[in-house]
């Protein structure tokens, strides 16, 4: 059962939301042995998960509300008594 | 952070939290006009139901909450607007990454030196949140409501009204162009090869 990277991308991806068949999971498990191209994707989509954990609570970054919508969003909450 | 035990004054959410919860909002649904409707939204609901606020979560994770709620209930409404599932079409860029001859990575994904050093520099989150931006508008969706909002299969397929095997797609392409934007443009930026 020799699969091409694109199908091993396709079940990593999936392994990641979902268990895969023994079937499958052997197929990835022998591709991998083989191909160091695939082993990096799989660090890579772990490296994806932990991105999107850090971004449950929070919001890192710069990146500012631009003026107009905050002074927008001030006037919206005055008329609220 | 401004965490506080009892909710402040209201007229002092905009300053303090704003930006947090707009970039919190961006992040997701990625057009700037959106994310401010979903601050202003959030805001007012919490003026509303401030005096519920019991105090034994911060603020800021106050306000989040209530916009993450918000969020969900925007992908809802726009997945019944527009149910344009593109998963049933081709993805030419993540199609380009294989040879078409044998399906086999074109350039092999190589290694990410220390790539958790990056999770605390402001930088790489500029650049993660235009990778985000990049993406095809549905699978942003689906990555976002899995990997930031942490929904399973079965929450995803219900707010982006696709059934399981479209939403894999989607999150494959998510994540290949993901890898493929981050690698470009902060892992192995500026180096040669490509």
Known sequence: MMLSCKEVSVLLSRACDARLSWRERLAVRLHLLYCAGCVQLQRQLGFLRRVGRHLREEAPGAMRLPDPARERIRRQLRQKP | ?194
């Open chain 2, 1 to 194: 952070m401004h965490d506080s035990h009892s909710p402040s004054e209201p007229h002092t959410w905009l300053d303090r939290h704003g930006d947090a919860l707009y970039r919190y909002a961006l992040l997701r649904v990625r057009e700037p006009a959106t994310a401010e409707d979903l601050v202003q939204e959030t805001l007012l609901a919490a003026l509303r139901t401030h005096s519920r606020f019991a105090g034994e979560s911060s603020e800021r994770t106050w306000l989040i909450a209530i916009l993450k709620n918000k969020i969900i209930d925007h992908f809802r409404h726009h997945a019944r607007e527009a149910p344009l599932p593109e998963s049933g079409d081709p993805d030419a860029l993540v199609d380009g990454l294989f040879m078409k001859s044998s399906d086999h990575w074109l350039n092999f994904p190589t290694a990410w030196q220390n790539p958790d050093t990056a999770l605390e520099n402001t930088r790489f989150w500029q650049v993660f949140a235009e990778c985000m931006q990049g993406l095809p508008a549905r699978q942003a969706q689906a990555f976002a409501l899995t990997e930031l909002e942490g929904l399973d299969t079965d929450n995803l397929c219900k707010a982006l009204g696709v059934t399981a095997s479209n939403a894999w797609v989607l999150l494959h392409r998510a994540r290949l162009r993901l890898r493929e934007c981050l690698d470009q443009r902060w892992f192995n930026a500026g180096k040669e090869s490509r």
